[in-house]
C-alpha cells in the first residue's frame, strides 16, 4: 500500500512520529507522501522527508483554508520559492485547491493562489494534489481552463462527489484519491465507483484525519488504508491484494515516474 496523503508532519504524531512511521513499515506500507498547506509546514515536511528519505515523500503547497488577504502573497512568495529550490526532491505541488465550506470571504485569493501553483506544476511538469470542498464548480473551471493551456497531472484528494463530477476529472486525466470516507456507514461514494476504472485510483488516508471504519473518530494512520482496499476489493469483485498492487501502481506512474 501507498498512502498517497498523510500530514505525518502535524502536531498530532509530534509525541510518536517514530514510532508511527515504524509501524507503518511493520504493517506492509510501501511509502508515504506528505503534502504542505503553508509556509510554516515547509521545515518540518522536508525534515521528516529527509530522516525517512526514501520511505517518506515530499509534497509542498498551500491550502486554500491557509490563503488570508493580510499575508497569502508574502506566503505564496516563501512556498515558490521553496518549491523551485528542491523542485527535485518533492513529488508533487500540494495541498492545493479551493475551500468554500467555512468562509466564502477569500474566494479570490484561493483562486489566484490555485491558478498560480498549477501554472508553476506544468511549468515544472509535477503533479498536483487537488483540495475541493464546496467548491466543486470553479474547481473544475480552473482545472478545465489550466489543462486548455497545457498536460496537467495530479489527483483529486479525497474525493467523495457524484458521478458526473468523477467523471469529468476522469476526462481530465487526473486520478481520485479514495480514503477513509469510503467506509463510513451513509456514505455513498460506492454508487459513484461505478464509473470509476480501479487504474485511476489511489490509496490516502489524510492523516491524523478521516480514520476508516471501524476506527472512526481515532488518529488515523497509513496502516489503516487496508480497511479501504477491503471496501474496494468488495466494490470491484477482486482480491486485497489486487487492489493494493494497482493502486501502488497508480501512485507510482503519477508521483515516482
Not at 513529488?91 to 468562509?103: K, Q, T
Not at 503533479?127 to 466543486?136: G, K, S
Not at 492523516?207 to 477491503?230: C, D, K
Request: hydrophobic share 40%; glycine share 6%; charged share 25%.
Amino acid at each position: 500500500m501507498i498512502d498517497t496523503h498523510i500530514h505525518i508532519d502535524e502536531e498530532a504524531y509530534a509525541m510518536d512520529r517514530e514510532e508511527v512511521i515504524a509501524r507503518q513499515r511493520e504493517a506492509g506500507v510501501e511509502a508515504m507522501i506528505v503534502p504542505g498547506v503553508n509556509a510554516k509546514s515547509i521545515e518540518g515536511i522536508l525534515d521528516v522527508c529527509q530522516k525517512h528519505k526514501g520511505y517518506c515523500f515530499p509534497a509542498l503547497g498551500f491550502h486554500p483554508q491557509d490563503v488570508f488577504p493580510d499575508d497569502y502573497k508574502e506566503q505564496w512568495r516563501i512556498i515558490e520559492e521553496a518549491i523551485r529550490l528542491h523542485s527535485e526532491e518533492i513529488v508533487a505541488i500540494g495541498e492545493i485547491g479551493l475551500d468554500y465550506h467555512y468562509d466564502t470571504t477569500y474566494k479570490e485569493g484561493q483562486q489566484e493562489i490555485f491558478q498560480r501553483q498549477l501554472d508553476l506544476a506544468q511549468e515544472l511538469d509535477l503533479p498536483v494534489m487537488i483540495h475541493n470542498r464546496d467548491a466543486t464548480e470553479d474547481t473544475l473551471r480552473i482545472l478545465k481552463s489550466q489543462i486548455a493551456k497545457a498536460p496537467l497531472r495530479g489527483v483529486v484528494h479525497c474525493f467523495n462527489g457524484s458521478k458526473e463530477v468523477a467523471k469529468q476529472i476522469l476526462e481530465m486525466g487526473l486520478y481520485l484519491g479514495i480514503g477513509g470516507v469510503l467506509t463510513f456507514k451513509n456514505c455513498k461514494l460506492f454508487e459513484t465507483l461505478e464509473v470509476v476504472p480501479l487504474e485511476r485510483i489511489v490509496l490516502e488516508t489524510d492523516g491524523p484525519y478521516l480514520a476508516p471504519t471501524p476506527h472512526r473518530g481515532e488518529r488515523n494512520e497509513s496502516r489503516l488504508m487496508i480497511f479501504v482496499v477491503q471496501r474496494l476489493a468488495e466494490i470491484y469483485h477482486i482480491t486485497p491484494e489486487e487492489v493494493i498492487s494497482i493502486t501502488s501502481s497508480n501512485a507510482k506512474k503519477l508521483f515516482f515516474v
